[in-house]
């Protein structure tokens, strides 16, 4: 079984600050875990992807999170928000054996709000 | 290239009712999966189905269906509409196994 913790249910920073929105996740396999965001009457838009290469994994519009087997953690982060970046984001994990674009299962998500 | 749409993107039903939704995943796709989200649930996993085939389920009542065509477009059908139903339905599709999910704009179904 798979799961994903999402820690936080709402964030808000302000506009140039650093984002963190953490996420902890559980799995019997392999794991293949994803950042999605989804800003509001949109799908989901894939951030980045983790499938066991780097431990750091960049994504796009400056967004990187770091897979931590320790910790079993993969917190996303970004060094300055923008207030474009306010939206929905969701934590995802899959099993490789599955396949990595199967049965997603989703985290709570994290609503952040970037203030001015 | 296009992206995954979803039609129609909105639905109005009675409950009682019966609902297909249709999902056209990008071109060369063959996986295409289906989720639900509801504020309460959040989003959960419907199926998934690969060259024709339903490969994984979640865990939904039957009154869930789906199936594939030949030119890997997907359809869902939900019978005997619940309240409970309401919801946006989101089709992703993937080109195999270890890719990424690409997903559409969903459409938001409303059971009254």
């Known amino acids: 079984a798979q799961s994903v913790t999402q820690l936080d249910s709402h964030v808000s920073v302000s506009e140039g600050t650093p984002v963190l929105l953490r996420c902890n996740y559980s799995s019997s396999y392999s794991p293949s875990l994803f950042w999605y965001v989804q800003h509001p009457n949109k799908g989901l838009q894939l951030l980045l992807k983790?499938?066991?290469?780097?431990?750091l994994v960049k994504g796009i519009n400056g967004f990187e999170a770091e897979f931590k087997k320790s910790e079993t953690s993969f917190h996303l982060t970004k060094p300055s928000a923008h207030m474009s970046d306010a939206a929905e984001y969701f934590c995802v994990v899959s099993d490789r054996y599955t396949g990595t674009a199967s049965k997603l299962t989703f985290g709570t998500g994290t609503r952040l709000q970037v203030t001015l | 290239k296009a992206g995954v749409t979803q039609t129609p993107r909105y639905l109005i039903k009675t409950r009682g009712q019966q609902v297909t939704l249709s999902c056209s995943p990008i071109s060369g796709h063959r996986s295409v999966s289906w989720y639900q989200q509801t504020p309460g649930q959040g989003l959960q996993f419907l199926f998934e189905y690969f060259s024709e085939t339903q490969r994984n389920k979640g865990n939904f009542p039957g009154r869930f269906s789906g199936r594939q065509f030949s030119n890997s477009r997907s359809e869902m059908n939900v019978s005997t509409l619940e309240l409970g139903d309401s919801a946006l339905y989101l089709c992703a599709s993937a080109g195999d196994l270890n890719t990424e999910a690409f997903f559409g704009q969903g459409t938001r179904l409303t059971v009254v």
């Open positions: 983790y499938t066991s290469a780097a431990t």
